[in-house]
Structures are given as C-alpha cells and as structure tokens.
C-alpha cells in the first residue's frame, strides 16, 4: 500500500488528504467523535509512506515531515491536556503532519482556529435572539455551539483548513 501512494504525485496525494479530512469532519460534526481507524489509520499510512520511499506523501523529507508532525504535537498537546482538544484533534493533526509540511500543519491550525472562533461568537451572539434557539433547537449550529461539558468539533474546523490549504495548492 505505501509503494502505491508513494508513487503518487503530490497532488493525488493532496486529494487523499482532502477526502480523509472531510470524512474526519463529517464524522466529528455527527457524532463528536473521530474514529480511531480514520486517524490512527493515516497516521500509520504516512508512517509507511515516509519510511517506504523516503519522503512524505507531499513530497518533502523524511526530516521536514518530522518536524512538521514535531509542530502538530506542540500545537495540539497543550490544548488536549487542558481538555480544550480532543484526543482525535490532535492524532488528526499529528497524522497530517507525517503526510504533509510545517506550512500546512500551520495554515490548517490557522484556519481551523479562525473558523472555531468564529462558530463560537456566531452561536453566542445569535443565541440571544429566540427564532435563532428555535430554528437551531435540533439542527446543525446547536450541534457546533459551545456548551459546558460538551466537546467541540474542532477536527471539523481543521478538515476545512485541510481543504483550505491543500485545496489553494491544487487550484493555483
């Protein structure tokens, strides 16, 4: 499997990681859980890949790509231990590290970062207005909102960094 996608051009290997952020997201946003296979899964992969051809999945070094996961754990660790990240959250990041670049695990920590903020001052501030509770009472958005005691999708923020970043590389 890894002399297959080590044989891929980094821009296959970008639609991968696209496809594998999205399906983490998706799977966040239901069920505020990530599965273990999703993200143990491609963090095994990238291993794989990495150390069966010698180079990331985006075509970078062994060295670069450990740095890069090195990053994620830095970003991601802290927040964990504080119980403000999920345990997926980081394995995500961690995972697309090994198959990516420090410049991606950032912009996709960025991103991520802006969109969070963002649910989170949307869902408080439309809190406040009664057709907003009602219209959100089962729906999408009271899933999103922060809640005492409930986790957040934050891997869902990070797939749309994922496709933000890898997406703006594919296109341009």
């Known amino acids: ?62 060295g670069q790509a450990v740095l890069a996961f090195l990053l994620a754990m830095l970003l991601t660790l802290p927040g964990y ?29 960025v991103v991520a970062g802006l969109v969070a903020a963002g649910l989170m001052l949307l869902t408080r501030y439309l809190d406040r207005y009664p057709w907003f509770v009602r ?3 089962s729906g999408l958005l009271l899933r999103l909102a922060p809640r005492e005691g409930k986790s957040f999708p934050f891997a869902a923020c990070m797939a749309l960094g994922v496709i933000t970043s890898l997406g703006s590389r594919l296109l341009f």
Not at 2 to 10: D, H, Q, R
Not at 86 to 93: E, T
């Open 81 to 109: 231990a504080l119980g403000k990240l999920g345990a997926a959250d980081a394995k995500m990041l961690m995972a697309l590290g090994l198959a990516s670049t420090v410049m991606v695990v950032l912009e996709v920590f």
């Open 135 to 137: 219209a959100t009472s």
């Open 1 to 62: 499997m890894s002399t297959i996608l080590a044989g891929l051009p980094p821009d296959a290997s970008s639609i991968v990681l696209i496809g594998w952020a999205a399906v983490c997201g998706a799977q966040d946003i239901g069920r505020l859980r990530v599965s273990n296979v999703l993200t143990l899964g491609m963090l095994a992969l990238a291993l794989l890949v990495l150390l069966g051809s010698g180079h990331s999945m985006l075509g970078v070094s062994i």
